[in-house]
């Protein structure tokens, strides 16, 4: 499967409990994005990466989450001290700039419950 | 503000029926406009993308329009089928700047047999 995947697809954690999520972007896409959505919403940008480099992040990402993306290739997204708000399904993109109209394939999710 | 705002929030049709989908956007300025299908539980999947140039795309039995002027897109399902149940979203991008999208809330359709 050459598309984007996205571990664990859900993860179940107790409130102020840490959590890491990965994404393998499609290997010669150069933008990875990661997004928040929550039931019967649209995804919320949270922030994106091209190659190494973190160019923007929302101002809904808070201090307790944190995304790398090291080697330009997988990234992570972590949150420290999970509050119950943070339930929501996670979603990866990656992407390839081809003249402006490039599409964002998007992974499956992981979908967060703390309980 | 960019926004995108789509019509309705929920529809529900029968099998083999044809419906529309609503997307009124106030990104500006305008670089292009995507149609995503989004089952439960899935990542969205891309249904066409159109640019300002461009008033109709079609992608089999699901054609988008796009008035530029007006700012208004639509999506219409032909013959719909259960599989069609699931989220539409509308996203728009703007031209230069940020390369983040906006994104509606999304149609969730609901197709009975």
């Known amino acids: ?35 928040r959505q929550t039931l019967g919403q649209g995804p919320e940008f949270l922030t994106y990466f091209q190659n190494e480099a973190q160019l923007e992040k929302s101002r ?56 | 503000k960019n926004q995108v705002e789509q019509s309705p929030q929920s529809l529900i049709i029968l099998e083999g029926k044809n419906c529309t989908l609503q997307c009124n956007y106030t990104v500006s300025p305008f670089s292009n406009l995507r149609w995503y299908k989004q089952d439960t539980g899935r990542g969205p999947v891309s249904l ?16 988008a329009t796009l008035d530029a002027d007006t700012k208004q897109s ?21 031209e230069g700047g940020s390369y983040i999208p906006t994104f509606g809330r999304g149609t969730s359709l609901i197709v009975h047999p």
């Open chain 2, 48 to 63: 066409t993308i159109m640019t300002f140039s461009e008033n109709t795309k079609s992608n089999g039995r699901y054609t």
């Open chain 1, 1 to 35: 499967d050459t598309g984007v995947s996205q571990n664990p697809r859900h993860k179940i954690t107790k409130r102020g409990q840490n959590v890491t999520f990965r994404c393998d972007p499609i290997s010669e896409h150069n933008r990875l994005y990661w997004y």
């Open chain 1, 60 to 115: 809904l990402l808070s201090d307790r989450f944190s995304a790398e993306r090291p080697k330009g290739s997988f990234s992570t997204l972590e949150i420290q001290r999970t509050e119950q708000g943070d339930s929501a399904m996670y979603l990866c993109a990656s992407s390839l700039l081809a003249g402006g109209l490039y599409e964002q394939y998007f992974g499956p999710g992981t979908r967060l419950t703390v309980t």
């Open chain 2, 74 to 94: 639509s999506l219409h399902i032909t013959a719909s089928q259960l599989s069609d149940s699931a989220s539409y979203i509308c996203v728009v991008r703007i």
